[in-house]
């Protein structure tokens, strides 16, 4: 298995604009995670599914912010309108099982630039 | 909230020294696993230790966990310049700490 696939890699945006994450899980994995990581804040949860259904969305910091899994290989974050204060590395993360009964996989995270 | 905290913020130890850092925890846990960052990367994996477990090894890690505590500790023995990382534990629903980040000088 290839691992957690994240897209962009890179993402340098102006403010206003809309921003799309994407995330392949690992195949067979049931739980994906979405992590928001800076300086200031640390590493932060943003929302969790399981079998694409949203089990937790307490981190998603405001109604910009929307995520989505259509099916068990694909996920989606949405930033519309982004801000500066976006900018961050997001970090998709899958396991089989949670709980934390299991090993989270990373992927190697999207760098967002907002301007 | 179900999070961690690591301690010490940094650590910085020569080649050959040991390592260690703590996670403190306020719920009840089933398992608590350990993982470390290298700059700029996601996170990976270094073990798992469940609820009725005291003491776990992989290689040069050790981790103990004291339940009555709530807390556990990970050690690495004989560190190596490529130990430089952040390292974080996490537990229940997988929210992570601030971290203690490792710097060890060649």
């Known amino acids: 298995d290839a691992g957690v696939i994240q897209s962009p890699r890179h993402e340098v945006t102006e403010m206003g604009q809309e921003v799309t994450l994407r995330c392949k899980p690992i195949?067979?994995?049931?739980?994906l995670f979405w992590y928001r990581q800076t300086m200031m804040r640390g590493l932060e949860l943003l929302i969790y599914?399981?079998?694409?259904?949203?089990?937790?969305d307490s981190g998603m910091p405001e109604d910009r912010f929307s995520a989505k899994m259509p099916n068990a290989s694909f996920s989606t974050l949405k930033i519309q309108p982004s801000e500066p204060r976006d900018s961050a590395v997001y970090f998709c993360?899958?396991?089989?099982?949670?709980?934390?009964?299991?090993?989270?996989?990373f992927g190697p995270g999207t760098r967002l630039t907002v301007l | 909230s179900q999070q961690g905290e690591e301690d010490p913020q940094a650590l910085s130890i020569q080649e050959g020294e040991n390592a260690t850092m703590n996670c403190s925890y306020k719920?009840?846990?089933?398992?608590l696993q350990w993982y470390r960052q290298n700059s700029g990367r996601g996170l990976v994996h270094l073990i798992l230790i469940r609820s009725n477990e005291r003491e776990k090894h992989s290689g040069r890690l050790r981790v103990t966990l004291d339940t009555s505590k709530k807390s556990s500790s990970l050690l690495i023995t004989a560190s190596r310049a490529a130990d430089t990382a952040s390292y974080f534990c996490?537990?229940?629903?997988?929210?992570f700490g601030a971290g203690t980040r490792l710097t060890v000088k060649p």
């Open positions: 996490a537990f229940n629903d997988m929210r």
């Open positions: 195949s067979g994995h049931d739980y």
């Open positions: 599914f399981n079998n694409n259904v949203p089990i937790d």
């Open positions: 993360a899958s396991s089989l099982g949670g709980g934390g009964n299991n090993e989270q996989f």
């Open positions: 719920t009840s846990i089933n398992n």
